[in-house]
Structure formats: structure tokens, C-alpha cells
């Protein structure tokens, strides 16, 4: 079970620490994805890496602005979000799944994830 937390409100340009914790599974074996939606939109890939090395992907709407990080101890996945933008208000999900290749379609495409939290709102204001 994954439990997405730390959406809530921000101003533009502000930020937010996302988190994704995991419950009944170790995360080293599996790619970790943060993924968002707004309503009517399919759901769009921000990053995902492989847990036990950190290595991964950024969307390009999203890179040099967030950051993906581990707690191996904790077992959890952070989304450090900074300059907000408008545009990036969305429900953000995490999700877990096997690897099951290095190039960025295994991280991107929502098909490849076995599991997911429930969702946290980011909401940006102007």
C-alpha cells in the first residue's frame, strides 16, 4: 500500500515536499513514479526512479524545478516541488512498480506501475 501526503496550498513560485510512503513492501526492488491529473486530462508522468539507486527521469515540464529523493530507512519517496507554477496544480500520485527497462518509457507510461496511492492535491495560487 503507497500513501501519498503533503499536497495543500502554495503561492506561485513557492514550494511543497510531496511524500510517498510504502506500507507491507520494501521499495528497493521497485521503480517509484510520481505521477498528477487534473480533472478531464490523462494523467501526466512528473519522475520516477529505481529506489535502490536513485537513478531515473523528470518530465521536462517539471525538471531542474523538482527533485525525487529516498528514505531507505523509512521506506518512502519525496517530490521536492520548487517555483511553483500555476500550471502545476494537479492531484499528484505515487506509484510503485517492477523494473522492467532503463529507457524513459519504463518510467513514464502509467501502465507500468502496479500499485498506487490515493492522491494529494497541489494547489497553486497566483
Known amino acids: 500500500q503507497l500513501q501519498a501526503s503533503g499536497g495543500g496550498l502554495v503561492q506561485a513560485g513557492g514550494s511543497l515536499r510531496l511524500s510517498c510512503t510504502a506500507s507491507?513492501?520494501?521499495?528497493?526492488?521497485?521503480?517509484v513514479g510520481w505521477f498528477r491529473q487534473v480533472p478531464g486530462k490523462e494523467r501526466e508522468f512528473v519522475a520516477g526512479f529505481r529506489f535502490n539507486d536513485g537513478s531515473g527521469y523528470y518530465a521536462e515540464s517539471v525538471r531542474g524545478r523538482y527533485t525525487i529523493s529516498r528514505d531507505i530507512a523509512g521506506n518512502a519517496a519525496h517530490l521536492q516541488m520548487n517555483s511553483l507554477k500555476l500550471e502545476d496544480t494537479a492531484v499528484y500520485y505515487c506509484a510503485a512498480g517492477p523494473r522492467s527497462g532503463d529507457d524513459y518509457h519504463a518510467y513514464s507510461s502509467p501502465s507500468k506501475y502496479d500499485y498506487w496511492g490515493q492522491g494529494t492535491l497541489v494547489t497553486v495560487s497566483s
Open positions: 507491507g513492501r520494501r521499495l528497493n526492488n521497485y521503480v
